[in-house]
C-alpha cells in the first residue's frame, strides 16, 4: 500500500515502507561515467584498503564513457586511461555506445522494479521503467561499488496528473518544461515525482524517459512512472530477467498536480533557470547561434525523427551552426538506416558521435562569449556550455530543427503549418 | 569564525565547478576553480574558515563531487544555506563538508560579516552584529554520518552499511 516510490522499497526489502523512513537497500545495478568514475575509484580504494577490493558485482557494475568521448584533451584522455586500468582491474566492462541513460536500458538493465543509483544527476531517467533509479555524487556510489548496498531516506511524492490531447507541434519536452514552470527548480527536492494520467500511459517508452530525466530539473529524487504493457514491449529481447509491474496502491501524495495539455503550446525555457518558461511564440526575436539537438532527454530516435521531418529537403540558416548527437550507437545506426542522419548532413549540421556533446561544455560545440544556444538540453545553466557570457535555451527538438532554418527561436507550428498548406 | 561570502538562490554545480574544469581529482585544481567564473573574487581572496551563505536550492544541478570537494579544498569551514538541493548535500556530509539550514542566518547576515559556527550545537553567532541563530537539527541517520566525519569512515566503524 503506498505510492509508487514506497512500493518499490517494500519490494525491495520485502516488508512494507514508508515515506520519511531511512533503508539501506541492496541495490540491482551501480553506473558511473567518465567523469564520476575517478572520484568514485578514490572513495572505493579508501574503502576496501587500496588495490585489494573488489566491486560488489562486476556484472551489476557500470562504466559508460560518454561525457567527453572521444578523449577531447590531454586530461580527459589520462582519466580515461586511469578508469579503464580499474575496468580491467575488476572485470567490469567499459560501455562507449552513447549516453549512459540511454544505454543502460538498452542493454536491459533497467527493469521495472529494481533500484539503480548513478554518479550522474540525470539517473532518475530509469524511472520512465518504473525503476528506482537516483543520482548521487562518486562517494556514494564507490560505496556501492564496494557493497552493493546504498541507504535512502523513502521519499514523499508528487503526483503529476496529466490529462487531455496533445495538440500539433507539441512534445513531451513541452510538457515536460510546463510540469517545471509549475513546480519550479527545487519544488519536489528531496521527493519523488509521480506521472499518471492518460498523456502518460500513451506516451512511447522515449517520450516518458524525457518525462523521468527532467524530474531532477525539480530536485526530484525520481521522477517516477508505473511499468505497463508498453514497457514490456519495450524491454523484450532486451532482457530474460523477471520483474513485477508495481503500481501505486490507496497511495498518499503530498500533492497533486493535474495538467490539462490540450490548449499547451510549444514552451521554451530561458536562461539561466530551467522554470523561465515562455511560449516559443513569444520569444521569436531571440537570435541563435548554435542549436544543438541530442542528449538523454531528447536524442532518441523519435526525436530524430520530428527533427529530420522538419529539415527534410532544407538547409539551415548561414547563420547558424547545428550539432546533431544520437543518444546512443543503436539509436546512431537507425537513424542511418531511415536516412535521418542524411537529412541532417545535407541541411548543414554536424552530426556526431553517440554522447553527452556540447551539453557539458567540453567538446563539440562549445559557445563563444555572448553566443546563444537553442536545445533540446535539460538545462540552461549559466556557462554550462561554455563561456559564462554564453546563453542557452531549452525546447523540443521541433523547436529546435525549426530554429536552425530560421536563425531565431522560432515557434515549430509556423513551420509545420506552412508544410500543410503546400 | 570567518568571513562570509554571500551568495544567491539556486547556485549550480555548474557556478560552483564549470564542467570545463572537473576533468580531474586534483584538490588544488579544483579548489582553484571552485566559483571561478561566477565570484573571481572568492577564487580570489577565500581563506581557511571563510564561510559561505546560499539561499534556497544550493548545489542544484549536476551530481558532480567535484562542487562541494572544491568548497572543502579550499577549507571553508562551513556552508549554510536556506536549503540545499538533495545530491549536493547528501555529496558534503558524504565527504565531511559541513552544511547546515538556517534561514534566520541567511537572511539576517550579509556578505563581508563574521560568522561564529558551532558545528556541534548548530549555534551560529554573526559577530558583526551581535545576532545568534540556531540551525535546524540534522536526520538522524545523517547526523551519525557527520558524527563519524564522512560515510567511509561511518561504514569503516561500523562494519558495514546498515
Same mark, same amino acid.
Given at each position: 500500500?503506498?505510492?509508487?516510490?514506497?512500493?518499490?522499497?517494500?519490494?525491495?526489502?520485502?516488508?512494507?515502507?514508508?515515506?520519511?523512513?531511512?533503508?539501506?537497500?541492496?541495490?540491482?545495478?551501480?553506473?558511473?561515467?567518465?567523469?564520476?568514475?575517478?572520484?568514485?575509484?578514490?572513495?572505493?580504494?579508501?574503502?576496501?584498503?587500496?588495490?585489494?577490493?573488489?566491486?560488489?558485482?562486476?556484472?551489476?557494475?557500470?562504466?559508460?564513457?560518454?561525457?567527453?568521448?572521444?578523449?577531447?584533451?590531454?586530461?580527459?584522455?589520462?582519466?580515461?586511461?586511469?578508469?579503464?586500468?580499474?575496468?580491467?582491474?575488476?572485470?567490469?566492462?567499459?560501455?562507449?555506445?552513447?549516453?549512459?541513460?540511454?544505454?543502460?536500458?538498452?542493454?536491459?538493465?533497467?527493469?521495472?522494479?529494481?533500484?539503480?543509483?548513478?554518479?550522474?544527476?540525470?539517473?532518475?531517467?530509469?524511472?520512465?521503467?518504473?525503476?528506482?533509479?537516483?543520482?548521487?555524487?562518486?562517494?556514494?556510489?564507490?560505496?556501492?561499488?564496494?557493497?552493493?548496498?546504498?541507504?535512502?531516506?523513502?521519499?514523499?511524492?508528487?503526483?503529476?496528473?496529466?490529462?487531455?490531447?496533445?495538440?500539433?507541434?507539441?512534445?513531451?519536452?513541452?510538457?515536460?518544461?510546463?510540469?517545471?514552470?509549475?513546480?519550479?527548480?527545487?519544488?519536489?527536492?528531496?521527493?519523488?515525482?509521480?506521472?499518471?494520467?492518460?498523456?502518460?500511459?500513451?506516451?512511447?517508452?522515449?517520450?516518458?524517459?524525457?518525462?523521468?530525466?527532467?524530474?531532477?530539473?525539480?530536485?526530484?529524487?525520481?521522477?517516477?512512472?508505473?511499468?505497463?504493457?508498453?514497457?514490456?514491449?519495450?524491454?523484450?529481447?532486451?532482457?530474460?530477467?523477471?520483474?513485477?509491474?508495481?503500481?501505486?496502491?490507496?497511495?498518499?501524495?503530498?500533492?497533486?498536480?493535474?495538467?490539462?495539455?490540450?490548449?499547451?503550446?510549444?514552451?521554451?525555457?530561458?536562461?539561466?533557470?530551467?522554470?523561465?518558461?515562455?511560449?516559443?511564440?513569444?520569444?521569436?526575436?531571440?537570435?541563435?547561434?548554435?542549436?544543438?539537438?541530442?542528449?538523454?532527454?531528447?536524442?532518441?530516435?523519435?526525436?530524430?525523427?520530428?527533427?529530420?521531418?522538419?529539415?527534410?529537403?532544407?538547409?539551415?540558416?548561414?547563420?547558424?551552426?547545428?550539432?546533431?548527437?544520437?543518444?546512443?550507437?543503436?539509436?546512431?545506426?537507425?537513424?542511418?538506416?531511415?536516412?535521418?542522419?542524411?537529412?541532417?548532413?545535407?541541411?548543414?549540421?554536424?552530426?556526431?558521435?553517440?554522447?553527452?556533446?556540447?551539453?557539458?561544455?567540453?567538446?563539440?560545440?562549445?559557445?563563444?562569449?555572448?553566443?546563444?544556444?537553442?536545445?533540446?538540453?535539460?538545462?540552461?545553466?549559466?556557462?554550462?556550455?561554455?563561456?559564462?557570457?554564453?546563453?542557452?535555451?531549452?525546447?523540443?527538438?521541433?523547436?529546435?530543427?525549426?530554429?536552425?532554418?530560421?536563425?531565431?527561436?522560432?515557434?515549430?507550428?509556423?513551420?509545420?503549418?506552412?508544410?500543410?498548406?503546400? | 569564525?570567518?568571513?562570509?561570502?554571500?551568495?544567491?538562490?539556486?547556485?549550480?554545480?555548474?557556478?560552483?565547478?564549470?564542467?570545463?574544469?572537473?576533468?580531474?581529482?586534483?584538490?588544488?585544481?579544483?579548489?582553484?576553480?571552485?566559483?571561478?567564473? &561566477?565570484?573571481?573574487?572568492?577564487?580570489?581572496? $577565500?581563506?581557511? /574558515?571563510?564561510? %559561505? !551563505?546560499?539561499?534556497?536550492?544550493?548545489?542544484?544541478?549536476?551530481?558532480?563531487?567535484?562542487?562541494?570537494?572544491?568548497?572543502?579544498?579550499?577549507?571553508?569551514?562551513?556552508?549554510?544555506?536556506?536549503?540545499? &538541493?538533495?545530491?549536493?548535500?547528501?555529496?558534503? $556530509?558524504?565527504? /565531511?563538508?559541513? %552544511? !547546515?539550514?538556517?534561514?534566520?542566518?541567511?537572511?539576517?547576515?550579509?556578505?563581508?560579516?563574521?560568522?561564529?559556527?558551532?558545528?556541534?550545537?548548530?549555534?551560529?553567532?554573526?559577530?558583526?552584529?551581535?545576532?545568534?541563530?540556531?540551525?535546524?537539527?540534522?536526520?538522524?541517520?545523517?547526523?551519525?554520518? %557527520?558524527?563519524?566525519?564522512?560515510?567511509?569512515?561511518?561504514?569503516?566503524?561500523?562494519?558495514?552499511?546498515?
Amino acid at each position: 500500500m503506498g505510492t509508487l516510490a514506497e512500493e518499490i522499497f517494500s519490494y525491495k526489502l520485502g516488508r512494507p515502507v514508508h515515506a520519511g523512513e531511512t533503508v539501506v537497500v541492496d541495490v540491482d545495478h551501480v553506473m558511473s561515467h567518465d567523469t564520476t568514475t575517478p572520484l568514485a575509484i578514490k572513495a572505493f580504494a579508501k574503502l576496501t584498503g587500496q588495490k585489494t577490493g573488489k566491486v560488489f558485482d562486476s556484472k551489476r557494475s557500470h562504466i559508460v564513457f560518454d561525457h567527453i568521448i572521444p578523449a577531447a584533451t590531454i586530461a580527459a584522455a589520462t582519466l580515461h586511461r586511469e578508469v579503464r586500468n580499474f575496468a580491467k582491474e575488476q572485470d567490469i566492462s567499459i560501455l562507449q555506445e552513447g549516453i549512459c541513460h540511454q544505454v543502460m536500458p538498452e542493454k536491459g538493465f533497467v527493469v521495472p522494479g529494481s533500484v539503480i543509483v548513478g554518479a550522474d544527476s540525470h539517473s532518475c531517467t530509469y524511472g520512465a521503467f518504473g525503476a528506482f533509479g537516483t543520482g548521487m555524487g562518486s562517494t556514494d556510489i564507490g560505496v556501492a561499488y564496494a557493497t552493493g548496498r546504498s541507504w535512502f531516506r523513502v521519499p514523499e511524492t508528487i503526483n503529476v496528473n496529466i490529462t487531455g490531447t496533445l495538440p500539433a507541434g507539441v512534445y513531451a519536452k513541452d510538457v515536460s518544461l510546463e510540469i517545471v514552470r509549475h513546480l519550479g527548480v527545487d519544488g519536489a527536492n528531496y521527493r519523488a515525482i509521480e506521472y499518471t494520467g492518460e498523456v502518460i500511459e500513451n506516451f512511447s517508452m522515449s517520450e516518458r524517459m524525457t518525462f523521468s530525466n527532467m524530474a531532477i530539473e525539480m530536485g526530484g529524487k525520481a521522477g517516477l512512472i508505473a511499468a505497463d504493457e508498453t514497457t514490456r514491449a519495450w524491454l523484450q529481447g532486451r532482457t530474460d530477467q523477471e520483474y513485477p509491474l508495481l503500481r501505486a496502491v490507496n497511495p498518499h501524495y503530498e500533492r497533486v498536480i493535474e495538467i490539462d495539455v490540450t490548449n499547451l503550446k510549444p514552451l521554451v525555457a530561458c536562461p539561466p533557470d530551467v522554470n523561465i518558461v515562455h511560449p516559443a511564440e513569444e520569444v521569436t526575436n531571440v537570435k541563435i547561434d548554435e542549436v544543438f539537438l541530442g542528449t538523454c532527454t531528447n536524442g532518441r530516435l523519435d526525436d530524430l525523427e520530428i527533427a529530420a521531418g522538419i529539415l527534410a529537403g532544407r538547409t539551415i540558416s548561414p547563420d547558424i551552426r547545428m550539432v546533431v548527437i544520437p543518444a546512443s550507437r543503436e539509436i546512431y545506426l537507425e537513424a542511418m538506416r531511415l536516412g535521418y542522419l542524411e537529412i541532417f548532413s545535407r541541411a548543414g549540421a554536424s552530426v556526431g558521435t553517440p554522447g553527452c556533446g556540447p551539453c557539458i561544455g567540453r567538446h563539440f560545440g562549445v559557445l563563444a562569449p555572448g553566443e546563444r544556444a537553442m536545445t533540446t538540453m535539460n538545462r540552461n545553466f549559466t556557462g554550462r556550455m561554455g563561456d559564462p557570457t554564453a546563453e542557452i535555451y531549452l525546447g523540443s527538438p521541433a523547436t529546435v530543427a525549426a530554429t536552425a532554418l530560421t536563425g531565431y527561436i522560432t515557434d515549430p507550428r509556423a513551420i509545420l503549418l506552412e508544410e500543410s498548406r503546400a | 569564525m570567518g568571513r562570509i561570502w554571500k551568495l544567491g538562490d539556486n547556485i549550480n554545480t555548474d557556478l560552483i565547478i564549470p564542467g570545463r574544469y572537473n576533468v580531474t581529482t586534483d584538490h588544488a585544481q579544483l579548489a582553484k576553480y571552485c566559483l571561478y567564473e &561566477a565570484y573571481p573574487e572568492f577564487s580570489q581572496q $577565500v581563506k581557511p /574558515g571563510d564561510i %559561505v !551563505l546560499g539561499g534556497h536550492n544550493f548545489g542544484c544541478g549536476s551530481s558532480r563531487e567535484h562542487a562541494p570537494t572544491s568548497i572543502l579544498a579550499n577549507k571553508v569551514k562551513v556552508v549554510i544555506a536556506r536549503s540545499f &538541493a538533495r545530491i549536493f548535500y547528501r555529496n558534503a $556530509v558524504n565527504i /565531511g563538508l559541513p %552544511v !547546515l539550514v538556517c534561514e534566520e542566518a541567511v537572511l539576517n547576515s550579509e556578505d563581508g560579516q563574521e560568522l561564529d559556527v558551532n558545528l556541534e550545537t548548530g549555534e551560529i553567532r554573526n559577530l558583526t552584529t551581535g545576532q545568534t541563530f540556531q540551525a535546524e537539527p540534522l536526520d538522524p541517520f545523517v547526523a551519525r554520518i %557527520v558524527a563519524a566525519g564522512g560515510i567511509i569512515n561511518y561504514i569503516e566503524m561500523e562494519g558495514t552499511l546498515r
